[in-house]
């Protein structure tokens, strides 16, 4: 039984960070318009997929290395409530796009934290 949770321990983070990913970079879609060149098209979304591309370096180097990815995922999280806290968009929408996008790194984070603490042991 604990070797049953021990590899699902392991694998959990890094789906989610997968899914984490494709879910990123399904907001680089809106570049897409029919008036963009192919040169704007490629640079919106290079630029737009840059935290994903990010998150995908970090995914490699925790695959082995599980306090890596926890660091930096909870960073990340934590980054993007202070960064969303300081436009002027209403507080209530700004903590919807917080839980929407922090909340999944906080997991990710917390769960490579954890499979870290449990590989030590």
């Known amino acids: 039984m604990e070797r049953k949770i021990?590899?699902?321990l392991y694998w959990t983070p890094r789906i989610l960070t997968i899914l984490?990913?494709?879910?990123?970079?399904?907001?680089?879609?809106?570049v897409?318009?029919?008036?963009a060149s192919f040169s704007e098209l490629a640079m919106g979304l290079l630029i737009h997929n840059l935290p994903a591309l990010v998150l995908l370096i970090?995914?490699?180097?925790?695959?082995?290395?599980?306090?890596?990815?926890?660091?930096v995922f909870i960073l990340a999280g934590l980054l993007y409530i202070i960064f969303t806290f300081q436009t002027d968009?209403?507080?209530y929408i700004v903590?919807?796009?917080?839980?929407?996008?922090a909340g999944p790194a906080f997991l990710i984070g917390i769960l490579f934290v954890i499979n870290w603490f449990k590989k030590k042991q």
């Open 32 to 35: 897409i318009t029919p008036e």
């Open 58 to 71: 970090v995914l490699i180097i925790s695959w082995k290395y599980e306090i890596v990815g926890g660091i």
């Open 89 to 91: 968009i209403r507080w």
């Open 95 to 101: 903590l919807n796009w917080s839980i929407t996008i």
């Open 20 to 30: 984490f990913i494709i879910f990123l970079t399904l907001f680089s879609l809106d």
């Open 6 to 8: 021990n590899r699902y």
